[in-house]
């Protein structure tokens, strides 16, 4: 019964706006994606930058307190 009501729905937004809005849409849709999966990336690689400093910085403390 969803799967119907989003079919009709759907239906009636492709001929009330047309299918190339609908193309547009989901263009930039993808785009979208992308963009928030590459933000996803640059934040993962950030906190392995940052994780990578602290194990530096207790690396060199412990190092420092054993001489």
């Given at each position: 019964?969803?799967r119907t ?14 299918v190339?809005?609908a193309s ?12 928030v ?16 400093a602290?194990?530096?910085?207790q690396?060199?403390t ?6």
């Open positions: 019964m969803i009501s989003i079919a009709v729905a759907l239906a009636l937004i492709l001929a009330g706006c047309g190339e809005t547009t849409a989901a263009t930039a849709a993808v785009a979208k994606k992308k963009e999966e590459a933000g996803r990336n640059t934040v993962q690689k950030a906190q392995e930058q940052v994780g990578q602290v194990e530096q910085m690396q060199r412990q190092q420092a307190e054993e001489k």
